[in-house]
């Protein structure tokens, strides 16, 4: 059995300002967008499109933002609506921990519609570049969680070699900000690199990634302790699980309705 080392929160004091752990993971996040951007717009198809180095740099401050904001309202009103409603100042206490992907997800693409809207892109082309990018920030996050010792596993089997002592959790637990750091991140990451390096139909790129993220998602839920389940048709899921299943629905169709719309475009005129 493992047992989670516990890291101090903190990793900088200077006088009275402190500079968390879970803060640097955001800083690494935002610093991999930037690394994997420019590596993206020199692939063929993308430099086709014409991206540059300064409209990366304008997506970034408007991605902060989406991140940060919906991240954050994404738990406020999907996890802890309780908690945070009698404790409001906590709302601005990101350091504290607790930004809700989904909400991210939802603030990013609302960034993004004003980015393309600002710049005159079309957003299936903005969510197709940058949909490759934001996988491994995602895993950077989840080891914040981890150093928090956020996020805490089900119980583990007897015997599983990787069980880990949680803190303030008498039995070993699955480590599960490991697993969604390793599977929504790094997994998706892969997948998802290796399918943009070539050029798809427009929105394909960004369906593929909805697709892959929620499905992975679905499954790392059953490791971590949901923060509210329901039974549906003799089936118990968790929020996080039903926060998915419009992405992978939603996924599935667009990159349906993405390649048939390629389809009908490429086939020959036929005669009158």
């Known amino acids: 059995m493992l047992i989670h080392p516990m890291p101090d ?3 900088v004091s200077l006088g009275p300002l402190q500079v968390h752990w879970y803060g640097l993971m955001y800083v690494l996040a935002f610093a991999l967008f930037i690394a994997l951007g420019r590596l993206r717009i020199r692939q063929p198809h993308i430099a086709a499109q014409r991206w540059s180095k300064e409209d990366l740099d304008d997506m970034l401050f408007y991605g902060v933002l989406g991140v940060v904001i919906g991240g954050r309202l994404g738990e406020v009103l999907f996890y802890r609506p309780a908690f945070f409603l009698a404790n409001p100042l906590e709302i601005l206490a990101v350091w504290h921990g607790g930004m809700s992907f989904h909400g991210g997800f939802l603030g990013v693409m609302l960034a993004m519609c004003l980015w393309a ?27 914040g969680n981890f150093i928090n010792a956020e996020l805490p596993g089900r119980p583990a089997p007897e015997g599983l070699a990787w ?21 929504d991140g790094l997994l998706v990451f892969v997948i998802l690199w290796l399918f943009a390096r070539k050029s798809r139909p427009r929105m394909a790129v960004g369906a593929m990634f909805t697709l892959l993220y929620g499905c992975a998602r679905f499954f790392t839920e059953y490791f971590r302790v949901p923060d509210y389940e329901v039974t549906f048709a003799g089936m118990t899921i968790s929020s996080g699980q039903m926060l998915s299943l419009p992405m992978i629905a939603g996924g599935l169709l667009l990159l349906l309705w993405a390649y048939r719309r ?10 009158a």
């Open 262 to 271: 390629n389809a009908r475009g490429s086939a020959p005129a036929r005669a």
């Open 117 to 143: 809207r600002k710049s005159g892109r079309n957003l299936f082309d903005v969510y197709d570049f940058i949909a490759p990018l934001v996988p491994l920030g995602y895993a950077a996050g989840r080891i």
């Open 163 to 183: 069980a880990m002592q949680w803190p303030g959790i008498a039995l070993p637990v699955h480590p599960s900000p490991l697993y969604q750091a390793l599977v």
């Open 9 to 11: 929160p903190v990793a």
